[in-house]
């Protein structure tokens, strides 16, 4: 059980300079706390301008008509998808390597998000493939490293909520999110050479040769409220991790009947 | 180290001898996987020979995964890991040295079973070799990776489909390459480049895995 020294005073522990000052979770909680409004009021915004512009500005794509507009919801979520991949396991092997108890929190409340987006992703390609394709799956390389993809965040949340003891569930999890950083080039590749031998060019994502300027524009919209959305829930998600895990210390006793 | 490597090969090899029982099982659940398939989707050779490459891989994958648990379950149980753990040996030679006895035990018999199974699929000789070769070379990755699996999963309740959920992701490079450099030889493709793939998965892993193992293991018996 992780709990505060009791040779350190508060002030001790949240001292030092100011990129170290948040690494302590007492610090971070009330700073998490303060953020996640602002994230999620900004999410909410950019959503709304994103999908104004989706759905009213965009033009109609001349090749496949109105069904392409799952883009602007598909592309952000696969982008967010393998985003966060990365940044968990950036937090979880900088746990692993400095013992700070608030990167391993950190990758346990972002695991969820990704598994979120990969499988948004997966679904609204199916919704987007069905009209375009013809079919709601094919095994197409990008579509299947997705999928893997979404296996390896299942493993991690699963890998991590099989082990009681938190410190091991931290460690344990990094090694498994390094071992999966590792392989995701490995796999992308495989898969993608295996798409090639195995079937034809029969489907592919390259779509009508320029894309207009408002239909970027949406994208990335709404790819910067799916960044805001993260940023809120993450946070959200890591204070409760936090207060779980800290529930015995000292400054969670203080605050009790303050809040 | 090297004596620590021979040390704790023949110390395994010796145990896995003393059980054949759990040995043969791997074995025979290898065989089964692999002639469900033909019942469930029908006698018809053409297809049967098409699927060949990829179900014997599959089998092979699934009987890998099966015999993960052997690999530390039992020493970790009876105390031994920890005394290998604290023992004034690299403990990356002890884990290599585990690792490569699981593959004698575990993944040897698979590649040498493998050709009879091609040929209950109807597979010409040349691919029976591309077969059993890819499954030679291939066998030693998946106990690589797995060990980091079986490694992180020690001790904890349901193991078992754990770790299958953490390591089948992990061997679908393997999966491909291996059935794809049969598929190639069945379509009279040169399949040399999947098995030149193979070898460079197998030294990518033996440089990662005992690494990682090792690192699994401190963490499981911190």
Same mark, same amino acid.
């Given at each position: 059980?992780?709990?505060? =020294?009791? @040779?350190?005073?508060?002030?001790?522990?949240?001292?030092?300079?100011?990129?170290?000052?948040?690494?302590?979770?007492?610090?971070?909680?009330?700073?998490?706390?303060?953020?996640?409004?602002?994230?999620?009021?900004?999410?909410?915004?950019?959503?709304?301008?994103?999908?104004?512009?989706?759905?009213?500005?965009?033009?109609?794509?001349?090749?496949?008509?109105?069904?392409?507009?799952?883009?602007?919801?598909?592309?952000?979520?696969?982008?967010?998808?393998?985003?966060?991949?990365?940044?968990?396991?950036?937090?979880?092997?900088?746990?692993?390597?400095?013992?700070?108890?608030?990167?391993?929190?950190?990758?346990?409340?972002?695991?969820?998000?990704?598994?979120?987006?990969?499988?948004?992703?997966?679904?609204?390609?199916?919704?987007?493939?069905?009209?375009?394709?013809?079919?709601?799956?094919?095994?197409?390389?990008?579509?299947?490293?997705?999928?893997?993809?979404?296996?390896?965040?299942?493993?991690?949340?699963?890998?991590?909520?099989?082990?009681?003891?938190?410190?091991?569930?931290?460690?344990?999890?990094?090694?498994?999110?390094?071992?999966?950083?590792?392989?995701?080039?490995?796999?992308?590749?495989?898969?993608?050479?295996? =798409?090639?031998?195995?079937?034809?060019?029969?489907?592919?994502?390259?779509?009508?040769?320029?894309?207009? @300027?408002?239909?970027?524009?949406?994208?990335?919209?709404?790819?910067?409220?799916?960044?805001?959305?993260?940023?809120?829930?993450?946070?959200?998600?890591?204070?409760?991790?936090?207060?779980?895990?800290?529930?015995?210390?000292?400054?969670?006793?203080?605050? @009790?009947?303050?809040? | 180290?090297?004596?620590?490597?021979?040390?704790?090969?023949?110390?395994?090899?010796?145990?896995?001898?003393?059980? @054949?029982?759990?040995?043969? =099982?791997?074995?025979?659940?290898?065989?089964?996987?692999?002639?469900?398939?033909?019942?469930?989707?029908?006698?018809?050779? =053409?297809?049967?020979?098409?699927?060949?490459?990829?179900?014997?891989?599959?089998?092979?994958?699934?009987?890998?995964?099966?015999?993960?648990?052997?690999?530390?379950?039992?020493?970790?149980?009876?105390?031994?890991?920890?005394?290998?753990?604290?023992?004034?040996?690299?403990?990356?030679?002890?884990?290599?040295?585990?690792?490569?006895?699981?593959?004698?035990?575990?993944?040897?018999?698979?590649?040498?079973?493998?050709?009879?199974?091609?040929?209950?699929?109807?597979?010409?000789?040349?691919?029976?070799?591309?077969?059993?070769?890819?499954?030679?070379?291939?066998?030693?990755?998946?106990?690589?990776?797995?060990?980091?699996?079986?490694?992180?999963?020690?001790?904890?309740?349901?193991?078992?489909?754990?770790?299958?959920?953490?390591?089948?992701?992990?061997?679908?490079?393997?999966?491909?390459?291996?059935?794809?450099?049969?598929?190639?030889?069945?379509?009279?493709?040169?399949?040399?480049?999947?098995?030149?793939?193979?070898?460079?998965?197998?030294?990518?892993?033996?440089?990662?895995?005992?690494?990682?193992?090792?690192?699994?293991?401190?963490?499981?018996?911190?």
């Amino acid at each position: 059980m992780a709990t505060v =020294n009791p @040779k350190m005073t508060h002030s001790d522990e949240i001292g030092g300079p100011i990129w170290l000052r948040y690494a302590a979770p007492q610090a971070f909680f009330p700073l998490a706390g303060r953020l996640i409004p602002w994230f999620a009021a900004l999410a909410a915004l950019l959503c709304i301008v994103g999908l104004y512009i989706a759905f009213f500005v965009a033009p109609t794509d001349f090749q496949q008509g109105e069904s392409y507009r799952v883009i602007f919801i598909h592309v952000p979520a696969a982008w967010m998808s393998m985003f966060l991949y990365v940044i968990m396991a950036f937090w979880a092997a900088a746990g692993f390597v400095l013992n700070t108890r608030l990167s391993g929190m950190m990758a346990s409340a972002i695991a969820p998000t990704g598994a979120m987006f990969t499988f948004v992703a997966l679904w609204s390609g199916a919704l987007w493939g069905k009209p375009t394709w013809g079919t709601w799956w094919v095994w197409d390389a990008r579509l299947t490293s997705e999928l893997i993809l979404l296996f390896l965040y299942l493993g991690f949340i699963a890998l991590k909520g099989a082990i009681p003891d938190v410190r091991r569930a931290d460690r344990a999890g990094a090694i498994l999110a390094l071992v999966g950083v590792v392989n995701i080039p490995i796999i992308y590749f495989s898969v993608q050479w295996w =798409n090639t031998l195995h079937q034809g060019a029969s489907v592919s994502l390259t779509r009508a040769p320029a894309m207009a @300027k408002t239909m970027l524009l949406g994208m990335l919209v709404m790819a910067l409220a799916a960044w805001m959305y993260s940023f809120a829930v993450c946070f959200a998600r890591a204070r409760s991790i936090i207060l779980e895990r800290e529930r015995d210390a000292a400054w969670v006793e203080s605050m @009790k009947g303050k809040a | 180290m090297r004596a620590a490597f021979l040390l704790v090969i023949r110390r395994d090899l010796q145990v896995a001898l003393r059980r @054949k029982g759990d040995l043969l =099982n791997v074995l025979v659940f290898f065989v089964i996987v692999a002639s469900l398939f033909p019942l469930g989707v029908g006698p018809e050779p =053409n297809q049967l020979r098409a699927m060949a490459p990829g179900v014997v891989w599959v089998a092979a994958l699934l009987a890998a995964l099966l015999s993960l648990p052997r690999l530390f379950a039992a020493d970790h149980l009876d105390g031994t890991l920890e005394q290998m753990l604290i023992a004034a040996r690299p403990l990356p030679a002890v884990v290599l040295g585990k690792i490569a006895s699981h593959w004698i035990v575990a993944g040897l018999p698979l590649a040498l079973l493998a050709p009879v199974l091609g040929l209950q699929y109807d597979l010409p000789a040349r691919a029976l070799g591309v077969l059993a070769f890819s499954v030679l070379i291939g066998t030693p990755v998946l106990s690589l990776i797995g060990a980091v699996g079986a490694a992180l999963t020690l001790g904890l309740r349901g193991a078992g489909v754990l770790v299958g959920l953490l390591v089948l992701p992990l061997y679908i490079p393997v999966l491909i390459f291996g059935a794809g450099a049969v598929s190639a030889s069945l379509a009279g493709l040169d399949p040399a480049p999947h098995l030149s793939l193979l070898g460079a998965f197998l030294a990518v892993s033996s440089f990662v895995g005992p690494w990682a193992a090792c690192a699994a293991l401190r963490v499981s018996l911190d």
